[in-house]
């Protein structure tokens, strides 16, 4: 008997990203809001981002940007990088954000992990995962999207 595929609403894409780090910056209140600020009052829009906090209880954040908007954010970052305290700004040109959506994600146990079996048996490596109630978006390189589109189009039931 086939397995009954998981009812998704749909799947996004978004192309023609940069992927920024800031890297290795001492974990202390503020420090989001000045970069986030800052890349808002040179109108840089923001599309993923991604917290955490590593082992020697250092923060590191990951977001995505315009392509077009990148060499500003890097200018943004290299003018609040020492005020922040971070290590390091790293940057990957060509990423794309691939997201499923539909009802009620979080009380639908499996969702995540069909998702991340189907991109990782397609051979395509994730960079950064951002979810929400109702999404789950996972950032990989732009060369992979295609196939990862088509990885969960066949892994997942679509209306």
Not at 7 to 36: C, E, H, T, W
Not at 73 to 84: D, P
Not at 92 to 105: A, L, T
Request: hydrophobic share 45%.
């Amino acid at each position: 008997m086939r397995e009954q595929k998981i009812k998704i609403g749909g799947i996004i894409q978004n192309r023609n990203l940069a992927k920024i780090g800031v890297m290795s910056i001492p974990d202390r209140p503020g420090v989001a809001g000045a970069i986030f600020s800052a890349l808002g009052a040179r109108g840089v829009n923001i599309s993923f981002i991604v917290h955490n906090i590593d082992l020697n209880n250092l923060d590191n954040i990951v977001f995505c940007v315009a392509q077009q908007d990148l060499r500003a954010a890097l200018e943004v970052l290299n003018t609040v990088k020492e005020t922040v305290g971070a290590k390091e700004i790293v940057y990957d040109r060509e990423v794309g954000i691939v997201s499923m959506f539909g009802p009620h994600f979080g009380e639908r146990p499996g969702i995540a992990g069909v998702m991340f079996s189907a991109l990782a048996s397609a051979g395509i490596n994730i960079l950064a995962i951002s979810t929400s109630i109702s999404s789950t978006s996972c950032l990989v390189d732009a060369s992979d999207m295609d196939e990862a589109v088509q990885a969960l189009e066949e892994a997942f039931e679509l209306p």
